[in-house]
């Protein structure tokens, strides 16, 4: 039986292919997709271009990168001709489209096509070898998996290889149900986790005991922002934004039978090491 492609299955839901047409696969160290997806920025990062890219493209298949050669349907956009990127105004008030502006020539006019809502952010496909070539004609990838609706995060692998920004851990905690999985490992354990503020570098080192664990805690985290921290408290207060630079990883697993006291020690030897009290934001 033949592997279901991403075109094959774009033409179940009425699209139709044309010469010339685009698929892009976005990845950059500089501009993190997940940071222009939480931004609202991905759209208008991708209508700046340096190279005249959708010359002559109809149609953009448009994803982003996953980890490996894997990436995620981000929409199918139509293009309505470009403009000189200085030529008109800012769309938004974020620094990088200023940089975007001044350091590209061409600005295209891409409007997202309606009656995929369905697949975007839920298909996943393997771009395959050659993840550099970002930009290629529009070809049949094969697709790899149909995530459920409201899943975004793949799906869960070992407890020391993963971090998960603020946005990741509040779509787990909505759609609990269809990230499963993670929920269920993350309950099984005790452990000493690890958040970084990536605003300014800045590391807490918590603890997570109990009936459900690490989830248990990082739930509350997934609620309120803080947890009921005190000094995560006023930072929030001082700034309502301030929880969407956190990005949450786990230093240490720990099974649920350890006592309380066991646990706190491990917390307070990451905390010397890592020096999250005198330089981060633990306090005690």
Same mark, same amino acid.
């Given at each position: 039986?033949k592997?279901?492609?991403?075109?094959?299955?774009?033409?179940?839901?009425?699209?139709?292919?044309?010469?010339?047409d685009?698929?892009?696969?976005? &990845?950059h160290?500089?501009?993190?997709?997940?940071?222009?997806?939480?931004?609202?920025?991905?759209?208008?990062?991708q209508?700046?271009?340096?190279?005249?890219?959708?010359?002559g493209?109809?149609h953009?298949?448009?994803?982003?990168?996953?980890d490996?050669?894997?990436?995620?349907?981000?929409?199918?956009?139509?293009?309505n001709?470009?403009?000189? *990127?200085?030529?008109?105004?800012?769309?938004?008030?974020?620094?990088?489209?200023?940089?975007?502006?001044?350091?590209?020539?061409?600005f295209? &006019?891409?409007?997202r096509?309606?009656?995929?809502?369905?697949?975007?952010?839920?298909?996943?496909?393997?771009?395959?070898?050659?993840?550099?070539?970002?930009? &290629?004609?529009?070809?049949?990838?094969?697709?790899?998996e149909?995530?459920?609706?409201?899943r975004?995060?793949?799906?869960?692998?070992?407890y020391?290889?993963?971090?998960?920004?603020?946005?990741?851990?509040?779509e787990?905690?909505?759609n609990?149900?269809?990230?499963r999985?993670?929920? *269920?490992?993350?309950?099984a354990?005790?452990?000493?986790y690890?958040?970084?503020?990536?605003?300014?570098?800045?590391?807490?080192?918590? *603890?997570?005991?109990?009936?459900?664990?690490?989830?248990?805690?990082?739930r &509350?985290?997934?609620?309120?922002?803080?947890?009921?921290?005190?000094?995560?408290k006023?930072?929030?207060?001082?700034?309502?934004?301030?929880?969407?630079?956190?990005?949450?990883?786990?230093?240490?697993?720990?099974?649920?039978?350890i006592?309380?006291?066991?646990?706190?020690g491990?917390?307070a030897l990451?905390k010397?090491?890592l020096g999250s009290?005198?330089?981060?934001?633990?306090?005690?």
């Amino acid at each position: 039986m033949k592997d279901l492609g991403i075109l094959d299955l774009l033409g179940l839901a009425g699209f139709k292919a044309t010469p010339g047409d685009r698929i892009v696969r976005h &990845q950059h160290a500089k501009y993190p997709v997940m940071e222009l997806l939480r931004e609202g920025l991905l759209e208008t990062y991708q209508a700046y271009q340096s190279k005249p890219v959708f010359h002559g493209a109809k149609h953009v298949v448009s994803l982003y990168g996953l980890d490996g050669t894997r990436a995620r349907l981000f929409g199918i956009f139509t293009t309505n001709g470009w403009r000189d *990127s200085k030529d008109g105004p800012l769309l938004t008030k974020h620094p990088w489209e200023a940089e975007w502006r001044n350091d590209t020539r061409f600005f295209y &006019q891409l409007e997202r096509l309606s009656g995929f809502e369905h697949l975007e952010h839920r298909v996943i496909l393997d771009w395959g070898r050659g993840v550099l070539a970002w930009c &290629q004609r529009l070809a049949n990838k094969p697709v790899l998996e149909i995530t459920a609706p409201g899943r975004q995060l793949p799906p869960f692998r070992d407890y020391l290889e993963f971090a998960v920004t603020y946005d990741e851990l509040v779509e787990l905690y909505r759609n609990e149900e269809v990230h499963r999985e993670w929920r *269920s490992r993350l309950s099984a354990v005790a452990g000493v986790y690890l958040i970084l503020a990536e605003t300014k570098g800045e590391l807490y080192v918590g *603890s997570a005991t109990g009936v459900e664990g690490i989830w248990g805690r990082w739930r &509350q985290y997934a609620k309120t922002g803080h947890a009921d921290n005190e000094l995560l408290k006023a930072l929030i207060a001082s700034d309502g934004d301030y929880p969407k630079k956190f990005r949450f990883s786990i230093l240490q697993i720990l099974p649920k039978s350890i006592s309380r006291e066991d646990v706190v020690g491990r917390e307070a030897l990451f905390k010397q090491k890592l020096g999250s009290r005198a330089h981060g934001l633990n306090r005690n």
